[in-house]
DNA sequence: GACGTTGTTGCGAATGATTCCCATTACCCC
DNA sequence: GGGGTAATGGGAATCATTCGCAACAACGTC
C-alpha cells in the first residue's frame, strides 16, 4: 500500500500516516476510525459530530454515534483533530491542520473562516491589558454578518 | 412611593422601574419576578440561571427552576438582562447596563471583564475583511490568563 | 372588595448534545 | 492463530434548557 497522495489541507499526509501515529501511540487502526479520517479528510469542514456520524454511517451503517464521539475525542488528543463552538447549536470537527478563528453571524448562523492575522489586534490589546493570551480558534466570535445587516437596514428603511 | 435611590450599576433605576416597564409590556409583577430582580440588581454579576435560582430559593422557596428561566427570558426580550456564555457550561445573566466583554481562560475557568474598546481593532479589521460587525458581548473569547500562563511556563522549566 | 381575564407558576416530562458504563468484539503483537 | 486489551455497540445517565398543561394569582373593572 503506497502512501495517500491526495492533496491534503495543509501537512497531515492522510489517513494511513494518522492511523500510524494512532499506533504509536498504543491505539488500534479500527475500520470506524479509518472511515471517520477519510471523512474529516475529504472537503468540507465545519461537521458536526452527528453529521459525521451521518457520512460514516452510509458506508458501515453500525458505527454509534458514540464511537463518533470517543474517536474524534481521541484524535484531539492526538493533535490530530480540533473542534470549535461556533454559537448555539453543537460543535463542529475538523483537522488541525486548518487553522483559522471563526466570525459567525447571529441572525443567519453563517460562518466565515476568519485568517488568524485579523484577531492580532485583539490579541495585542488583551496581552497588553489583561496578560491574556487569546486562542481565537476554539470559540466563535459573534456578530453579524453583511448580508444581514444590509437585509436588516433595508427593512428598517422600509 | 418613591423612586428607588439605590446605586444602579449603570443607568437603571432599579426593580421598581424594571417592574413597571414589564406592566407597560403588558406583564405582571410577580413576587418571583421581584425577587429574581433584587438578586440581578446585587453585587455579583455572571450568575448562572441555577445559581439565581438558588439565591431566590432562599427568599421564597418554591420559585421553581424553569420560572426562573422564563423570567430571565422575559427581561432579556424587554432589554433589562443579557446573558453570556463563557466557554463550556452554562450561560451566565446580568443587567444589560454593564456592557463589556469577556476574557474566559480555558485553563481556570476565570473570567475578566474586558472594556469594548479592547475589541476596536478585530471589530475594525472584521468590518474592513468580511462587511462583519462583531459583538464581543455575547459569546466570551477563549484564551489563556497571566496565572495560568505564568504557572504553565513554570512547570515546563522545572 | 369581589370578579373575570389572562399572564404566570409549579411540576414533570421532553429535548439536544455529550458522556459513561459494560458486556462483547476485533486489533495486532508474539 | 491465540491472547491481552483497546475499541465498539447499545443504552442509560447527565447537564442545560425548553415545553406542555392544569392550577394559580395579578390587576383593571365594576
Same mark, same amino acid.
Given at each position: ?12 499526509? *492522510? ?6 501515529? @494512532? ?25 458536526? =459530530?452527528?453529521?459525521? #456520524?451521518?457520512? @460514516?454511517?452510509?458506508? #458501515?451503517?453500525? @458505527? ?14 492526538? *493533535?490530530? @483533530? ?6 448555539? *447549536? ?18 443567519? *448562523? ?12 485583539? #490579541?495585542?490589546?488583551?496581552?497588553? =491589558? /489583561?496578560? /491574556? ?26
Amino acid at each position: 500500500m503506497s502512501v495517500e497522495h491526495r492533496p491534503s489541507p495543509s501537512g497531515l499526509a *492522510g489517513v494511513d500516516e494518522v492511523l500510524r501515529r @494512532v499506533r504509536e501511540a498504543g491505539g488500534r487502526a479500527t475500520t470506524s476510525r479509518r472511515i471517520l479520517l477519510e471523512r474529516l479528510f475529504s472537503e468540507g469542514s465545519h461537521k458536526t =459530530a452527528e453529521a459525521l #456520524a451521518h457520512e @460514516v454511517q452510509r458506508v #458501515a451503517p453500525d @458505527v454509534h454515534l458514540s464511537t463518533i464521539y470517543r474517536n474524534l475525542e481521541e484524535l484531539e488528543r492526538l *493533535g490530530v @483533530v480540533t473542534h470549535a463552538h461556533l454559537g448555539h *447549536g453543537p460543535a463542529t470537527y475538523h483537522l488541525a491542520t486548518e487553522t483559522h478563528g471563526h466570525l459567525s453571524c447571529e441572525s443567519c *448562523g453563517a460562518t466565515l473562516e476568519a485568517p488568524l492575522g485579523l484577531f492580532d489586534g485583539l #490579541a495585542e490589546a488583551a496581552r497588553t =491589558a /489583561f496578560g /491574556f493570551e487569546i486562542d481565537p480558534r476554539h470559540f466563535a466570535v459573534l456578530g453579524h454578518c453583511a448580508a444581514c445587516r444590509a437585509r436588516e437596514a433595508g427593512a428598517a428603511d422600509a
